[in-house]
């Protein structure tokens, strides 16, 4: 069985204020004519379908275009794909029971009742049968209603074991609140995720697909040492950090969440990383779909098939005279820019001959290392300042530049600050 591994594609997402709906068409393009080449049996959609929670009618029309061309020029695809912690779970589930009969399973919300499980979708091929368990972005407080709602009907059954009669009696007899077994405490992302999965009977003899949109490390690893992604969610602390080892015994894990394309534990539980670049710590970072080849359990292989956006972000650092005469195969691009020149420009001339050079232009900054470095005499050579010189190397620093207006404007500002003084 072959799969194809998409995720993040934050649709309706700007960067820098540009609207980046071509770029997913463009992108999109590509997925199709991969997905037409190596005909997949399903695709996956890891989470982060839309950028908002309440995504513009724009971005659901870029949807609807990406997965009307699927159905109608691969119809037999199935399409399965989970909310991320940008969507909004109820909306991802409207019509989850009318889109599977076109074989769109679009999974919102996790379970929430204790007569519901994870999502599974099963597939067939020459070997058996492959389960896929469709599991939306939680957080604990999503999971904890659902575990005290089982831990209640469970202090109730009256076939209950000796030891949960002895934790109600214990209960009962103590001023203290009620003590709650540490099988139905979810109080972490860790809980959260090991509670939902403890309730699945997952057949470990069939070969067995899970998708997640979830933060996951090796219990080895460092969350504060991974390189993230400026257009990521990040929470203080890494609280959202999963131990990847939970999800060992499945055959394929399709994360999506981390932007970064990236392997969390092995060559079978990966992070595909967003298509398109989304922020300017995106710089050339090679875009990919991944392609899973599942033959007979214990036997599968994965392989990247590089995506080309059709605009890369680059982030370009040097003198403004390099910055205006050289890097033109980078002009098409998105390009943020680093002005280091030692010495003070006329900054007002610079942005805008740098808007003529690079159409796409992100943001300009200067490099201000060398005011540091030379900290003394910069001290010395702004005691020497008049305000109005003072207010124009601070605005160069900055990259603002004042027209005749507002240069007129601050020198009455600064005249009438004098007068009081």
């Known amino acids: 069985m072959k799969i194809f591994h998409l995720s993040d594609l934050h649709i309706g997402a700007r960067l820098f204020q540009r609207d980046l709906s071509s770029d997913h068409d463009y992108i999109f393009d590509q997925v199709l004519e991969e997905i037409k080449k190596h005909q997949p049996d399903a695709l996956v959609i890891a989470g ?3 950028d908002k929670a309440i995504p513009s009618a724009e971005a659901v029309a870029t949807f609807n275009r990406f997965v009307s061309r699927l159905k109608k020029e691969v119809p037999d695809l199935h399409v399965m794909m989970i909310s991320g912690n940008h969507d909004n779970n109820e909306r991802i589930d409207l019509f989850r029971d009318v889109l599977c009969y076109e074989k769109i399973h679009m999974i919102g919300k996790a379970p929430n009742k204790p007569d519901q499980r994870i999502e599974k979708v099963v597939l067939q091929d020459e070997f058996g049968e492959v389960n896929f368990y469709l599991l939306p972005f939680v957080r604990p407080s999503m999971v904890r209603p659902l575990a005290l709602s089982e831990y209640a009907i469970a202090a109730n059954d009256k076939t209950e074991n000796e030891t949960k009669s002895k934790i109600r009696k214990q209960n009962a007899e103590s001023d203290q609140p009620e003590l709650i077994p540490e099988k139905y405490c979810v109080s972490s992302y860790q809980q959260a995720l090991q509670y939902l999965l403890n309730r699945e009977e997952i057949d470990l003899s069939k070969r067995n697909v899970i998708v997640s949109h979830q933060f996951y490390l090796p219990a080895s690893s460092k969350a504060d040492q991974l390189d993230r992604c400026d257009s990521e969610i990040k929470t203080i602390g890494n609280i959202d950090r999963i131990d990847a080892e939970l999800l060992d015994g499945f ?11 990236m392997k969390c534990k ?18 050339r970072q090679k875009k990919q779909i991944l392609m899973i ?19 890369q972000v680059v982030k370009l650092s040097d003198l403004a005279e390099n910055l205006l005469s050289k890097y033109s195969e980078y002009e098409n691009d998105y390009v943020s820019v680093e002005i280091t020149d030692p010495v003070d420009l006329n900054m007002s001339d610079v942005n805008d001959r740098l808007r003529m050079k690079y159409p796409y232009l992100l943001d300009i900054v200067r490099k ?29 620093i900055r990259s603002i530049a004042f027209d005749a207006e507002e240069l007129n404007l601050l020198q009455q500002a600064i005249n ?3 007068m009081e003084e």
Not at 274 to 280: G, N, T
Not at 293 to 311: A, C, F, M, W, Y
Not at 369 to 395: G, I, V
């Open 416 to 418: 009438e600050a004098w």
């Open 293 to 311: 080849d599942l033959h007979e359990k214990g036997n599968q292989s994965v392989t990247s098939i590089e995506l080309k956006p059709k605009r």
């Open 266 to 283: 092995g060559e079978n539980i990966r992070y595909c990383g967003s298509p398109i670049p989304l922020s300017v710590s995106e710089s």
């Open 368 to 396: 201000t290392d060398y005011r540091r470095e030379n900290h003394e005499e910069t001290s010395e050579k702004t005691k020497q300042l008049s305000p109005m010189e003072l207010c124009l190397d601070f605005a160069g």
């Open 48 to 50: 982060d379908i839309f």
């Open 251 to 261: 055959d394929y894990v399709a994360l999506g969440h981390i932007h970064k394309p």
